[in-house]
């Protein structure tokens, strides 16, 4: 997304040459405002799926703490 706007920033420096400076940084400022967002929201999405997954199905950890029936006493 990133590298996406700054393409999309060249490509407008048309725009900041003819001066018009709060269309141009207007732009690129709502779109980082929406990177932004948009990265925590994934974050947070991917954050309860973990969550849920470990719910459900249990996490690594809890394959560590039960005691192993196979073991040689």
């Not at 996406?4 to 001066?19: E, F, N, P, S, T």
């Not at 849920?52 to 039960?66: F, I, L, N, P, V």
Request: charged residues 30%; glycine residues 6%; proline residues 1%.
């Amino acid at each position: 997304m990133l590298i996406y706007l700054a393409v999309m920033a060249y490509i407008a420096r048309q725009r900041l040459a003819k001066g018009e400076y709060l269309y141009y940084f207007g732009v690129i400022g709502i779109s980082l405002v929406i990177i932004v967002l948009l990265y925590f929201v994934l974050k947070k999405k991917e954050r309860l799926r973990q969550e849920r997954e470990e719910s459900y199905y249990g996490s690594y950890q809890d394959d560590d703490k039960a005691p192993d029936d196979n073991k040689a006493e």
